[in-house]
């Protein structure tokens, strides 16, 4: 049993597409993070919300609680966004932190 | 700031042997959280320390341990490595210190680790 599940596991798109990535688990949780994996297996932490929505650049974080969903939005996206990315919660009680398998990117120019 | 960095980048053993991993985090940063990643299991987390003491534990056996220095560097250990432990090893420090699971990381580049 996958506490958090991701989909789609691959994705390829052509540059400037819309992308949206899901992300749903099954836990009740203190916070929800949406990572970066880059070839070569170097890490970036792009959002961490527990409520609402976050923007950065393209990049759109939103989240619903009472569903137990999070989707990721990249806008005009772009071939350096070609990435492997991945959702993770962590617990409201206890300290435990569950990651989904990951979201592997392709953005052709 | 420099970010967070770990030693060595590469290592190859043999099953048996033991293995020491060192992640120095970003200054200014108490909290010092280790994780695996594998093609099978994905990402998972081991554990955490906050000011020289393990805060958090991840399902993982006590082959696994680590520890952290007053200057909140933090090393990993893998006794009796078993094949199944070739993996990369990451790090990542936080500043607030609310744990892991609350607040934004900083991840190192990770020690690539195969068990032969």
């Known amino acids: 049993k996958n506490e958090v599940e991701q989909s789609p596991q691959n994705l390829t798109a052509q540059e400037g597409e819309f992308i949206t990535i899901n992300c749903s688990y099954s836990?009740?949780?203190?916070?929800l993070h949406w990572l970066q994996q880059h070839p070569g297996g170097g890490i970036v932490s792009l959002f961490m919300l527990s409520s609402g929505k976050k923007k950065h650049g393209r990049l759109i974080a939103t989240i619903n609680i009472q569903e137990k969903h999070s989707s990721l939005h990249i806008t005009a996206s772009h071939p350096r966004d070609s990435a492997v990315y991945i959702c993770a919660v962590g617990l409201n009680t206890g300290n435990q932190f569950y990651f989904g398998t990951g979201t592997s990117l392709t953005v052709i120019p | 700031k420099a970010g967070v960095t770990q030693t060595p980048r590469y290592l190859i053993k043999t099953r048996g042997q033991q293995v020491t991993l060192s992640c120095s985090p970003i200054s200014g940063h108490r909290s010092v959280s280790w994780y695996q990643q594998t093609p099978g299991q994905g990402l998972q987390f081991l554990f955490e320390y906050f000011s020289e003491t393990q805060r958090n534990k991840g399902n993982f056996p006590g082959r696994f341990s680590g520890r952290q220095f007053s200057n909140s560097r933090s090393e990993m250990n893998v006794s009796t490595l078993e094949l199944g432990d070739s993996a990369l090893y990451l790090c990542?420090?936080?500043?607030?210190?609310?744990?892991?699971?609350?607040?934004?990381?900083?991840f190192g580049p990770g020690t690539r680790l195969l068990v032969l």
């Open positions: 836990v009740g949780i203190s916070a």
């Open positions: 990542a420090s936080s500043y607030l210190g609310s744990g892991p699971q609350r607040e934004t990381q900083y």
